[in-house]
C-alpha cells in the first residue's frame, strides 16, 4: 500500500526551529518530485518547497524553508527556521511522477498544484506561539 506521512510538527515559540519529515511507505521518491505544501485556519493551502530527486533540484518559497532528501530513498525533511506565528499551519508532503525530462519542480513552490500530485500524506501541525 502507497502512503506518505509527514511528522515532526509541534509547539514552538517565534524564532524557534523544527524539521519536518516526510516518509514513504510502498515506493521509493526516485523518480517522484516531492511538494512540501502547508494550510493555516481560514487559508487555502499554498507551497512551499519541492524536491526534484531525479535532478537533484530543490526550491523553497522561502530562505527560512529548507528542503533536503534524506539518506534513504523514501524519506526528504523540511527545515523550517526562525518561525513566525503567521507560519502556524497544518504541513504536508506529497509526491507526483516526474515527468520523462527534469523533476517538474517549479522554481516557484507556490505554484503548485495540490491537487495534481500523485500521492498524499496526513499532515502534521506546527504552531508557533508569539
Known amino acids: 500500500e502507497v502512503q506518505l506521512q509527514a511528522s515532526g510538527g509541534g509547539l514552538v515559540q517565534a524564532g524557534g526551529s523544527l524539521r519536518l519529515s516526510c516518509t514513504a511507505s510502498?515506493?521509493?521518491?526516485?523518480?517522484?518530485?516531492i511538494g512540501w505544501f502547508r494550510q493555516a485556519p481560514g487559508k487555502e493551502r499554498e507551497g512551499i518547497a519541492c524536491?526534484?530527486?531525479?535532478?537533484d533540484s530543490i526550491y523553497s518559497a522561502e530562505d527560512r524553508f529548507t528542503a533536503s532528501k534524506g539518506d534513504a530513498k523514501n524519506t526528504v525533511y523540511l527545515q523550517l527556521t526562525n518561525l513566525k506565528p503567521e507560519d502556524t499551519a497544518v504541513y504536508h508532503c506529497?509526491?507526483?511522477?516526474?515527468?520523462?525530462?527534469?523533476?517538474?519542480?517549479?522554481?516557484?513552490?507556490?505554484?503548485?498544484?495540490?491537487?495534481?500530485?500523485?500521492?498524499w500524506g496526513q499532515g502534521t501541525q506546527v504552531t508557533v506561539s508569539s
Open positions: 506529497a509526491a507526483e511522477r516526474s515527468p520523462a525530462y527534469g523533476s517538474g519542480c517549479p522554481v516557484n513552490p507556490r505554484s503548485m498544484n495540490y491537487y495534481a500530485m500523485d500521492f
Open positions: 510502498g515506493f521509493t521518491f526516485d523518480d517522484y518530485k
Open positions: 524536491i526534484g530527486y531525479n535532478d
